[in-house]
């Protein structure tokens, strides 16, 4: 989390990365994952849509770290698994960043669980095409939040710096 604080590149490497593997392993979770590991997908979603109802964001974003799991689990791919697995805390932490600066930003809720459900319901499909691309949609639409709330973030701190000026001139 620091090296993501400290290096915007890292933030945006990472969910590069993440959007690779995770519209693999939806790929490979709408085709290989058994009607069991849905089961557990469709589970994991039931929860979020009972905790957007709380609003409560810290839960939220610990069932939004648990569905991707959940997805990457039911790739049955030993090698991703493991790998994703490895950077469960970065995943974890990286939702709650994200969530953070979204909220910030005034991002709905509402739309954050309107993508985890067309990511549900393509892999409910069994739609691997469907699934992969509702995950890099979503993910895609994390980095566009993200990317607008580090350039709000730079216009604040140039109007600050020109409101000392005047108040100090």
Not at 23 to 36: C, M, P, V, Y
Not at 49 to 58: M, S, Y
């Amino acid at each position: 989390m620091e090296l993501f604080a400290r290096h915007d590149e890292a933030v945006f490497d990472y969910l590069s990365f993440r959007r690779d593997m995770e519209g693999l392993a939806a790929e490979r979770a709408a085709t290989h994952g058994s009607d069991t590991d849905l089961a557990v997908v469709q589970a994991v979603y039931d929860k979020m849509e009972a905790a957007h109802g709380k609003r409560n964001g810290d839960e939220e974003a610990q069932l939004d770290a648990q569905f991707h799991m959940a997805i990457i689990e039911a790739s049955h791919n030993v090698v991703m698994l493991h790998m994703m697995r490895s950077m469960y805390e970065l995943l974890r932490g990286g939702v709650f960043y994200n969530r953070q600066v979204m909220f910030k930003q005034r991002t709905t809720r509402a739309a954050l669980l309107d993508q985890h459900r067309a990511i549900n319901d393509a892999l409910q499909g069994r739609d691997a095409t469907q699934a992969r691309a509702a995950v890099e949609a979503h993910l895609d639409y994390v980095e566009d939040a993200l990317t607008n709330q580090k350039k709000a973030d730079r216009n604040e701190s140039i109007a600050r710096q020109r409101l000392q000026h005047e108040t100090q001139g």
